[in-house]
């Protein structure tokens, strides 16, 4: 499937998410929807195009109809979302709003975030910078200016700048999927701390590690890894990696390509999924803080380097983990207010 044929499916996927989550949303919901709608204006036309299609078949609402409207007109005034039903005729009496819509707007004030208009919103201009963060657990995706999409896994930031000659992805931190739309004239490169990740028409996942390396998986097409440190007299390392490959771009600068790489763990974060194969526990135990603010796991006087596990897990049930491990004979487990505590017997 061609690259930009998975951008729009991907776009399409989570504007039919939303639709349904919009059907009965918290207030988080909300201000997630509608950051999201202020990201582009594809995000409107496509979140819309949704919408009109369950209009078309009679399924929706008066009520959600009147909420999507509202919420569209928050980032694009100029926009009607969805054609009102034909008002009641003279001497009829208009309905109050139900209990439900007061709820919904009750919920919607609360939200309290910044919308910009669409029509400023798409700041990724030439010559701009923009930065996208995600917290502990959330997991978002964008459409960049030029349509390549970005999954940022949770505890991620990048930082985005394009001008007439290049794209340039900074990932200072975190974990993201990049699906690259096609400009032979602009190269698209993702930063890290000790690499520069060239995309070559593709789809590929980068994670800045904790540690300081850089882990590199490559789901379609090819990337150029440059390692941006050497030895002394040594000019810095680069490698080529194709579909189904997966390198790590070490602190020292050298490129340690993994053999028994499986692409799909890599990016099984995308399904709110860990999966381990011979891992060492602290490693996993950061992972899973990235996904849950309590409880946290906190290793005691656990020596590191030692303890290694495979598995796949749900990434936001550290209590699995915890599960595994007290089956340990040399590891305890306990739970403590907002935190499981692993320590050596």
């Not at 499937?1 to 991907?10: A, G």
């Not at 999201?36 to 959600?64: K, Q, Y």
């Not at 030029?146 to 930031?157: C, E, G, P």
């Not at 700048?161 to 993702?190: M, W, Y």
Request: net charge negative; aromatic share 6%.
């Amino acid at each position: 499937m061609k690259v930009q044929n998975q951008i729009d499916e991907l776009l399409t996927l989570r504007a039919s998410e939303w639709f349904e989550i919009l059907k009965n949303p918290t207030t988080a919901d909300l201000e997630s929807f509608l950051a999201w709608l202020s990201e582009s204006r594809r995000h409107v036309d496509e979140f819309l195009a949704v919408a009109a299609i369950d209009e078309a078949v009679g399924d929706m609402p008066e009520e959600l109809r009147e909420n999507i409207n509202e919420l569209v007109q928050r980032v694009s005034p100029s926009i009607t979302a969805l054609p009102a039903k034909p008002r009641p005729l003279a001497g009829h009496a208009t309905p109050a709003p139900s209990r439900s819509r007061k709820n919904f707007w009750s919920l919607a004030a609360a939200a309290c975030v910044t919308v910009v208009v669409v029509g400023i919103v798409l700041f990724n201009t030439l010559g701009t910078q923009t930065r996208y963060t995600t917290d502990i657990g959330e997991q978002r995706t964008l459409e960049l200016a030029d349509t390549s999409i970005v999954t940022l896994n949770a505890d991620s930031q990048i930082r985005w700048e394009v001008d007439e000659t290049r794209r340039d992805v900074e990932l200072p931190r975190g974990e993201a999927i990049f699906t690259v739309a096609h400009d032979a004239n602009r190269p698209f490169r993702v930063h890290t701390r000790n690499a520069v990740v060239q995309a070559i028409g593709t789809k590929f996942n980068v994670y800045a590690r904790p540690t300081g390396d850089t882990r590199v998986s490559v789901l379609e097409g090819r990337v150029q890894l440059t390692a941006l440190t050497a030895a002394p007299g040594s000019a810095p390392q680069t490698l080529m990696l194709s579909a189904g490959e997966e390198a790590d771009i070490q602190l020292n600068g050298s490129i340690a390509p993994n053999p028994e790489a499986a692409v799909e763990n890599s990016v099984a974060w995308r399904e709110r999924r860990l999966a381990f194969s011979n891992v060492l526990l602290e490693d996993m135990i950061v992972e899973f803080n990235r996904y849950n603010r309590s409880p946290r796991l906190r290793l005691e006087n656990v020596p590191p380097g030692i303890y290694r596990f495979a598995g796949t897990f749900n990434a936001t049930d550290p209590q699995s983990l915890a599960d595994l491990l007290s089956r340990e004979p040399d590891l305890s487990v306990e739970r403590k207010d907002s935190e499981i505590v692993i320590r050596v017997r």
